[in-house]
């Protein structure tokens, strides 16, 4: 009972500094915990609230105590482990709490009596002061062990990694993930510690690369760490730099990082460009283990940049986190996708202009498209005259509608031009009609005329087809030209009958083929008597042909649907 009064009695400045720091887990825990208003709410894996706003910080301090004094006098733990143990685990303590009544004189005392009758799982407080929480250790603690001096090899190698220079509150990350290092024998540990050592490491730089990557310490000394240490010795780097840009919270994956310096000394950078490099931008190698700039690399190689041009573009890298820099080029190839840019357009952007797209986080299209006021061929006029453009559309910036280059009206005149050309009166009702029906450009009407006319017709008889069925110039040259030779081809019809039936050009091939197909099934069955005409067949709505010619049969809507969906899947 001497050492637990004395742990009583410590300093005020000792006191003070244990007890902020018990709260300022709670705080943060409790946080994170959603149930504000909750009288009785309980704090995740951690203490009630009501007890932790009841409790003093001397009863924390006393339950610390005969925590301590448990641990070190009955259970012979060293009092270096029991010491820490009992400060840092305070969900565990907030159990403990939970289990004595708040009002006690000398919650201390109640702890000790608790403890005696009551042994507790030791593995518990342990991986808490660790550095775990208790979703983290819960799935480590073993079913047929309570007390810590049961397992000789778990303390052993415990010891032998504190005594190497590594936290105490990081050793829990390392059991986590190289849980094996803890069931060495004897000596195994230090042996694998001092090979590392013998190759030229010192021991504070290695605590940090252990903490880094754990399994570091398992089987024989890794070569992926030892060759990625030579290459970046090699480019200048000391130790002492590589540890600043290491973070004990994140993991290293050597192999992957060697990968990325194995690829970029090799194939574009000589040593004094890789020292460049680190010193101008490390994350390209350190962030997420080289993860995000092998992911770019081969992005890029996608669109023909070769290694040369993405290493030189590294040596130019903006300030930005590699995975942002990547999202941000991943972007601009969906809005350039979005816009239908052609791939080889899209590619040559990509290769010539990948630092300005990826330095920046354009708007959504749809944004883009409303606030600039035009359509997506005029943004990609735009673009392919100067890719730069993009930079005015980020995230952020303000921007307003692009300046009206006259196209329209432009067009619009081009459109009279052409109908006037064909023997229309200028404001006729026929050009009215038509300049309504008319969609696109004026300069595309012409071509689409010829192309009817190379079909075999004369130019009089296209003028009146197009004042009959002014629509039809509505549809691209290629599509034209397939809908003439299915006319002449597959269904037999001279190129003559466009005359009369020209606006069998406005229909989809689809369409007609489910109409004839339809119509000779019900000519073989004997339905039809009377032979029908192309127009009759094709023009007239899908309910009147349903009504008057397929009902006619007592199978017709059903081949009707059959022929249907053969058509139109295909």
Not at 308 to 314: P, T
Not at 334 to 359: P, R, T, W
Not at 442 to 456: H, N, S, T, V, Y
Request: glycine letters at 6%; aromatic letters at 10%; proline letters at 3%.
């Amino acid at each position: 009972m001497t050492l637990l009064h004395k742990l009583r009695t410590p300093a005020t400045l000792k006191l003070a500094s244990i007890s902020v720091d018990f709260y300022k887990i709670i705080i943060c825990q409790s946080a994170n915990s959603p149930r504000f208003y909750k009288t009785r709410g309980i704090v995740r894996d951690g203490m009630d609230r009501d007890i932790a706003c009841q409790i003093s910080n001397a009863s924390i301090k006393q339950a610390q105590a005969a925590l301590l004094d448990y641990l070190h006098c009955t259970r012979s733990l060293q009092f270096s482990d029991a010491e820490h143990i009992s400060r840092n685990s305070p969900n565990f303590l907030g159990k403990l709490l939970k289990k004595v009544s708040i009002a006690d004189s000398d919650i201390g005392e109640s702890i000790t009596r608790l403890l005696c009758f009551h042994p507790i799982n030791e593995f518990e407080p342990f991986f808490e002061s660790s550095g775990l929480v208790p979703y983290q250790y819960k799935p480590l603690l073993k079913r047929d062990l309570m007390f810590l001096t049961d397992d000789d090899l778990l303390l052993e190698n415990y010891h032998v990694l504190c005594n190497y220079g590594i936290p105490r509150n990081k050793i829990g990350k390392i059991y986590e993930q190289a849980g094996q290092v803890f069931r060495y024998e004897y000596g195994v540990l230090a042996l694998k510690l001092k090979a590392y050592e013998e190759l030229g490491f010192e021991q504070s730089f290695m605590a940090k690369m252990i903490v880094c990557s754990p399994y570091l310490l398992i089987g024989d000394v890794n070569v992926d760490f030892i060759k990625s240490m030579e290459i970046l010795r090699k480019g200048g780097r000391q130790c002492c730099w590589i540890e600043q840009h290491l973070s004990e919270n994140s993991s290293i994956n050597w192999s992957q990082l060697h990968t990325l310096l194995n690829l970029l000394r090799n194939t574009a950078y000589s040593e004094e460009d890789l020292s460049l490099l680190l010193s101008r931008h490390p994350g390209i190698v350190f962030e997420s283990s080289g993860e995000k700039t092998l992911s770019l690399i081969g992005f890029l190689l996608k669109f023909g940049s070769s290694m040369n041009q993405i290493c030189h573009m590294f040596l130019q890298f903006p300030q930005l986190p590699v995975g942002k820099f990547l999202l941000n080029l991943r972007g601009c190839f969906l809005f350039l996708n979005e816009i239908d840019m052609e791939a080889v357009d899209i590619q040559k952007i990509i290769c010539s202009h990948s630092l300005l797209l990826g330095s920046y986080a354009l708007k959504k299209t749809n944004t883009l498209i409303c606030t600039l006021k035009v359509g997506k061929k005029r943004i990609r006029n735009v673009i392919m005259q100067n890719p730069k453009e993009m930079k005015n559309w980020v995230m952020g910036s303000t921007f307003g509608p692009l300046p009206n280059l006259g196209e329209r009206k432009k067009s619009q005149m081009l459109k009279i031009k052409f109908l006037t050309d064909l023997g229309f009166e200028e404001n006729s009702r026929e050009m009215v009609k038509a300049l309504k029906v008319f969609r696109g450009k004026g300069a595309e009407l012409q071509e689409r005329f010829d192309c009817i006319m190379q079909a075999g017709l004369d130019r009089k008889d296209v003028i009146e087809m197009v004042k009959s069925s002014p629509q039809i110039l509505n549809q691209k040259k290629e599509v034209l030209k397939m809908k003439i030779d299915f006319c002449v081809n597959d269904l037999r019809c001279p190129v003559s009958y466009l005359v009369v039936f020209p606006s069998y050009l406005s229909y989809t091939i689809e369409r007609v083929e489910l109409r004839v197909a339809m119509y000779n099934w019900l000519k073989e069955q004997g339905t039809l008597g009377a032979v029908l005409s192309l127009s009759t067949v094709v023009a007239c709505t899908e309910n009147f042909f349903i009504r008057k010619y397929v009902k006619l049969h007592p199978r017709g809507l059903e081949v009707f649907q059959e022929l249907k969906e053969f058509f139109y899947s295909e």
